[in-house]
């Protein structure tokens, strides 16, 4: 079976095919258009601008790919920017019409949740930390759609933090990797930062206090004698951010954990790409003795293969593609059967 899989809910323009053979998946093609520098002028996505850069880019991707090969089509459906959706999935879907194969609307955060399965083959079920720009949610994953929504932020995403930090300190777009180049040579101690909901007995997240306090921080800085933050100040702030949202993610997957103790802790969405990170929550699962499963740093962020493979499960399963249209917002519980 093999499947191209489409993305276009935000500012990523991704074709990927992926195959699946005698039990064993395989990313074929895995190719990301970044719209970096359409946006980067405005210090974050303009809605009108992804779409343009969707309807130009696709035909162009799609080009060379060995698409009388194909056995399905796949699109991201929502949820996401209405624009960009409605670009991949009317021509992925006006595709497989073409080439009289099936065509599969998938939810993007499924794609995020499945990602692990093609890229390490791991079994159900397993404890799933969402970070990304959109969510930050940890969901009990069950089994194949059987999905526990356990908590969830009652505000901002954890990457807001990284985006709206970075537009602040004129550190560039997108925010993530420039807040974590620039904490490479920063102190994460020095800025005491808050923890919302630390140790409180549930898996909620909140982000906005700490998306204020990091403002306050910055507004006190400028005000200095120095009228300005110098290199170290910045470097420090950043590294300071990244230990807090560390520290913030393992206080809620410790509750996460007592709801629902699986072995395996997976993290999934754009966030997850970040090594500081991904370094603290490897030493929290070695301590309680879990496994941590990430995807390599191409597949956490949006990619087309997640999208493919998310129809893959669905072929294995012989479940029929989903009556569902282009829609920004979408629940991932919906998609779960009790
Ligand atoms: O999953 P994703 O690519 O798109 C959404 O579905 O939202 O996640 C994008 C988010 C952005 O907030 C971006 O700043 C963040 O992931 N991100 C990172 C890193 N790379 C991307 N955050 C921290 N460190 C990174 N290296
Ligand atoms: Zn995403």
Redesign the pocket.
């Known amino acids: 079976m093999r499947v191209l899989g489409i993305e276009s809910?935000?500012d990523?323009t991704a074709l990927a095919v992926v195959s699946y053979t005698n039990g064993k998946p395989c990313i074929e093609r895995n190719d990301i258009y970044s719209q970096t520098k359409e946006h980067e002028q405005f210090g974050g996505v303009v809605p009108e601008l992804a779409a343009r850069a969707h309807i130009d880019k696709l035909p162009l991707m799609v080009k060379d790919l060995p698409l009388d090969t194909l056995d399905a089509i796949a699109a991201t459906t929502g949820p996401?920017l209405i624009g960009g959706l409605h670009i991949g999935y009317g021509f992925g879907r006006a595709l497989a019409l073409a080439l009289n194969i099936p065509f599969y609307p998938i939810h993007?955060?499924e794609g995020?949740a499945l990602t692990v399965r093609l890229t390490d083959q791991i079994d159900f079920p397993y404890l799933l930390l969402l970070?990304?720009?959109?969510?930050t949610q940890i969901i009990d994953v069950q089994d194949f759609r059987k999905y526990k929504l356990l908590g969830e932020t009652k505000d901002d995403?954890?990457?807001?933090v990284?985006?709206k930090t970075?537009k602040l300190l004129n550190l560039g777009f997108?925010?993530?990797?420039a807040?974590?180049r620039t904490a490479l040579n920063g102190d994460p101690l020095r800025y005491k930062l808050p923890c919302p909901f630390y140790r409180q007995p549930h898996c909620d997240f909140s982000f906005s206090g700490l998306k204020t306090a990091i403002r306050e921080c910055i507004t006190n800085l400028s005000a200095s004698p120095l009228s300005r933050m110098i290199h170290q100040d910045v470097a420090d702030l950043c590294a300071s951010i990244?230990r807090t949202i560390s520290t913030i993610l393992i206080d809620r997957l410790t509750q996460a954990l007592k709801i629902a103790p699986h072995q395996q802790i997976v993290v999934?969405?754009?966030?997850a790409?970040?090594?500081y990170?991904r370094a603290h929550l490897n030493t929290f699962c070695e301590m309680q003795q879990r496994t941590l499963v990430v995807p390599p740093?191409k597949l956490?962020?949006?990619n087309a293969a997640m999208i493919a493979w998310t129809a893959l499960e669905m072929m294995q399963r012989n479940i029929n593609p989903d009556r569902m249209v282009p829609t920004p917002r979408w629940n991932l519980m919906e998609l779960s059967h009790p």
């Open positions: 809910s935000c990523e996401g993007h955060l995020h970070i990304s720009g959109g969510h995403s954890c990457g807001e990284f985006d970075a997108p925010g993530g990797p807040i974590e990244q999934a969405g754009g966030v790409a970040n090594q990170i740093v956490c962020t949006d």
